[in-house]
C-alpha cells in the first residue's frame, strides 16, 4: 500500500502541471479539484461532468436547458426488417474488432496509443460505410486540450434531416490506478459499446447499400473521446450542437454492453435516472419487440455516461447497460478489462437493440408531444 502511494506521489510529481478542474457531481452541484484528485474521486466511486470549459453549462435551474417532450413510436413497424438483419450479426467480426481495439495499450484520451486507437476506428468505420460512397460523412471532432479526436459518421435524411438520431459509445478506456502508466484494454468500458455500434452500422449500410432505402431521419454514430475524463468529447460535441441550433430527437447510449454475471438470469439493464422517460419507454418497446432477454430497470447515477450529454445540452438520451448496474463488470479501468470475459452473445442483443432502434427512429416523424394533443 505504502509503495503503492509513493507511486502515485512519484506521478503526481512528474506533472508539468495539475490544474483545477469544475467538476459537477450532481445537477447544479460544483466542486473545484485538481487533475489528479478527479481519478481518486472516480476510484471512490464519485461519478462527474469535468464542466471546466463549458462555464455555460453551469447555469441555474430555471435557466438549464429544457429537453423537449417528443412523441416516439407506441408500436413497431419494420419488425420484418430489423429481424432478418438481426440474423446476421457477425460475432466472429466484433470479436476481431474487440481483439484489435483491445490491442492499443491503451485508449486513454491523452495518450498516443488513444490517438492510434482513434485513427484505427476512423478507418474501420470509412471501410464500414464505402458502400453508401458520397451519401455518408466521417468528421473527426478536434478537442481542446488532448489528441484522441471524437469521430461522428452522418447519414443524411433523405425527408427531414434536421431531425438527428444518435447512436453513441465512447472510444477511450483508462487504467484509474494510473492513467498514464498503467494497461487499459477496456474490452466491456467501452470497446463492447464500440463494437457494437460498428456491427450494427455494418448492418444497416449493408441494407442501405443494396436497397436503396434511405432514412427519413438523418441518423448518426458518434464515437466519443474523453468519456472517463468527465464525458469531455460529448459534451464538447453536444455543447457545439446546441449552438448550431441543431436538432437532436434521439440519443441511445451503448457504454458496456458484454459482461453478464449470472448467465442464468441474461438481462440488460435499462437506466431509469437522468435519462428521458418516453424515449426510454421507447427503447423498452424495442427490447420487448426485438431481443431474447428481457430488461431490469436500473440507476447509474448522475453523470455515469456520454447520454448526460445529450440531456445537458437539452437533447431527448437513453442509456441501456449490459445488466442491472450492480451485476454489471466489476473489472473495468484496470488490466483485467479484458476480452475473454465478456459474451458476444450478449452483445449481439445490444445490436438488436441499435439495428431497431435505427430502424423506427428513422423514419419516425418527430413531433412535441403537445402538438399532438
Ligand atoms: C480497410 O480496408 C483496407 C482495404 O481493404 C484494408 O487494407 C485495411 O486494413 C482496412 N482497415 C481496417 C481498419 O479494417
Ligand atoms: C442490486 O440492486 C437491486 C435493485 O436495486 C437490489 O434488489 C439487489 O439486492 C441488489 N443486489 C446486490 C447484490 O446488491
Ligand atoms: C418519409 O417521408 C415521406 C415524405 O414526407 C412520407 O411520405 C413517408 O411516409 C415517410 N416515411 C415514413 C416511413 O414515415
Ligand atoms: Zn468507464
Known amino acids: 500500500m505504502k509503495f503503492g502511494w509513493f507511486l502515485l ?135 481542446k486540450g488532448w489528441k484522441q479526436f471524437s469521430i461522428i459518421v452522418s447519414i443524411k435524411g433523405a425527408q427531414t434531416p434536421e431531425n438527428i438520431v444518435v447512436m453513441g459509445s465512447h472510444q477511450d478506456s483508462m487504467n484509474l490506478l ?23 452500422l455494418r448492418l444497416y449500410v449493408e441494407h442501405l447499400s443494396t436497397t436503396g432505402y434511405r432514412p427519413n431521419n438523418t441518423i448518426e454514430f458518434h464515437f466519443y473521446s474523453a468519456e472517463e475524463g468527465g464525458l469531455l468529447g460529448s459534451l464538447d460535441v453536444f455543447t457545439r450542437y446546441a449552438e448550431e441550433n441543431k436538432k437532436v430527437v434521439a440519443m441511445l447510449q451503448q457504454d458496456m454492453t458484454g459482461y453478464v454475471e449470472d448467465p442464468e438470469n441474461e438481462h440488460v439493464g435499462v437506466i431509469t435516472d437522468y435519462t428521458t422517460p418516453g424515449l426510454t419507454e421507447f427503447i423498452k418497446l424495442i427490447i420487448r419487440r426485438f431481443l431474447d432477454i428481457p430488461y431490469v430497470e436500473t440507476e447509474c447515477g448522475y453523470a455515469c455516461s456520454d447520454h448526460g450529454s445529450a440531456t ?62
Open 178 to 200: 494510473l492513467p498514464s502508466i498503467l494497461a487499459a484494454p477496456g474490452a466491456d468500458d467501452d470497446g463492447s459499446g464500440t463494437v457494437t455500434n460498428l456491427e450494427a
Open 9 to 143: 506521489a512519484a506521478s503526481v510529481a512528474a506533472l508539468p502541471f495539475d490544474s483545477l478542474h469544475v467538476l459537477e457531481i450532481e445537477e447544479g452541484k460544483t466542486i473545484m479539484v485538481r487533475e489528479t484528485e478527479k481519478w481518486s474521486l472516480k476510484r471512490k466511486g464519485v461519478q462527474f461532468m469535468d464542466i471546466t470549459n463549458f462555464p455555460k453549462l453551469l447555469k441555474s435551474k430555471d435557466e438549464k436547458a429544457v429537453v423537449p417532450v417528443y412523441r416516439y413510436p407506441k408500436e413497431t413497424q419494420c419488425d420484418e426488417i430489423v429481424n432478418s438483419l438481426s440474423k446476421g450479426v457477425d460475432k466472429v467480426s466484433m470479436h476481431d474488432n474487440l481483439a484489435k481495439f483491445t490491442s492499443f495499450y491503451t485508449r486513454y484520451y491523452k495518450s498516443d496509443t488513444g490517438y492510434e486507437s482513434a485513427v484505427w476506428l476512423s478507418e474501420k468505420l470509412s471501410n464500414i460505410t464505402s458502400p453508401l460512397n458520397n451519401d455518408v460523412v466521417i468528421e473527426h471532432v478536434q478537442h
Open 312 to 373: 445537458k445540452n437539452g437533447f431527448p438520451a437513453s442509456f441501456v447497460i449490459e445488466s442491472e448496474f450492480n451485476k454489471s463488470n466489476k473489472y473495468i479501468h484496470s488490466t483485467m478489462d479484458t476480452l475473454d470475459r465478456l459474451s458476444f452473445d450478449h452483445m449481439a442483443q445490444h445490436v438488436r437493440l441499435v439495428v431497431g432502434s435505427l430502424f423506427e427512429l428513422g423514419n419516425w416523424e418527430f413531433k412535441l408531444e403537445e402538438e399532438t394533443k
